[in-house]
């Protein structure tokens, strides 16, 4: 059975930092990108960072670019985000996607597989 679990969301004031993990299991990691997708309300669903299943190439969209850091662990078949300088806006329900291919997907239809998500509240 194909699992992804996230997990580290929570409640942090603004300028604070959470880390995210998104636990994967029931399919070959290194053969799958993943991505990192967020939601709020009354918002379209963001995707947020990106890295390559051989882990050389990351992506970030404008608005995490600089704070948020994307990393994965292929022999713990994990990946992180680092979520520093936190702001309101980054608010959100946050889920981890995977897609099969060398390159970055950053389109939620285009992923696999996805995650039930994680919720991050930033105070401000």
């Known amino acids: 059975e194909v699992q992804l679990v996230e997990s580290g969301g929570g409640l942090v004031q603004a300028g604070g930092s959470l880390r995210l993990s998104c636990a994967a299991s029931?399919?070959?990691?290194?053969?799958?990108?993943i991505g990192w997708f967020r939601q709020s309300p009354g918002k379209e669903r963001e995707g947020v960072s990106c890295?390559?299943?051989?882990?050389?190439?990351?992506y970030y969209a404008d608005s995490v670019k600089g704070r948020f850091t994307i990393s994965r662990d292929n022999a713990k078949n994990t990946v992180h985000l680092q979520m520093n300088s936190l702001k309101p806006e980054d608010t959100a329900v946050y889920y981890c996607?995977?897609?099969?291919?060398?390159?970055?997907?950053?389109?939620?239809?285009?992923?696999?597989?996805w995650g039930k998500g994680t919720l991050v509240t930033v105070s401000s």
């Open positions: 996607a995977a897609a099969v291919g060398h390159g970055l997907v950053t389109t939620w239809d285009a992923m696999n597989y």
């Open positions: 029931g399919f070959t990691f290194d053969d799958y990108a």
């Open positions: 890295i390559s299943s051989s882990d050389d190439i990351t």
